[in-house]
């Protein structure tokens, strides 16, 4: 695995330390409110298990599964439901989505929408990377953890065709591995 990446972007440490900064916030941000964290599967799960446990009150957690992109590096621009979350958006909760990577942003709107129609007191997003020279949509995320130069990147629970999510890094993909 490690031969296939070209330059690690962000190493453990770093990521330690966007995802306790994030938690900080978020923490702060949703005092006295009823936070549902929801997690796009399956790219968000690493940065879930650690995102959730740097926030310091009470929350649930809910998972969603779409996909957009086949085996490629590209969107297809077609989202779609694989798993929708298991309970109700009840009247009053605060639902953070927290994904891995805010790409082209179609994936994001697309569950922006879907999620907003079922009246949620407020909704939020929550992603760990971003690439603002990549976006179509008209999506911004609220809370951050790094922007990233357009390149494809793996590990932390990226994925390219669902190899390298358990690396602990960080990394640029090399791009013969994709563009054989
Ligand atoms: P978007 O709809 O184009 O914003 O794409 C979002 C989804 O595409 C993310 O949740 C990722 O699963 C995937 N994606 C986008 N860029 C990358 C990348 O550089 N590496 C791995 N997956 C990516
Ligand atoms: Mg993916």
Do not use: H, W
Not at 149 to 174: Q, S
Request: with cysteine; charged share 30%.
């Amino acid at each position: 695995m490690l031969n296939d990446i070209e330059k690690v972007l962000l190493s453990e440490d770093e990521l330690k330390k966007i995802v306790e900064d994030l938690g900080a916030k978020i923490t702060e941000d949703y005092k006295g409110k009823k936070l549902v964290v929801v997690s796009v599967l399956k790219g968000s799960v690493v940065f879930m298990a650690d995102l959730m446990r740097a926030i310091k009150i009470p929350c649930s957690i809910d998972f969603m599964a779409v996909s957009s992109y086949g085996s490629g590096t590209k969107t297809s621009g077609v989202v779609k439901i694989i798993k929708d979350l298991d309970s109700e958006v009840v009247c009053g909760s605060d639902l953070l989505i927290v994904e891995d990577i805010l790409d082209s942003g179609v994936t994001l709107e697309y569950l922006m929408k879907v999620l907003s129609a079922r009246n949620p007191n407020s909704i939020r997003i929550c992603t760990l990377l971003d690439k603002p020279e990549r976006r179509r949509a008209n999506i911004k995320a609220d809370y951050s953890g790094a922007q990233i130069p357009d390149a494809f990147v793996v590990g932390y629970g990226l994925d390219y065709d669902e190899k390298y999510r358990n690396l602990p890094f960080v990394g640029i993909l090399k791009p013969e591995v994709y563009e054989k």
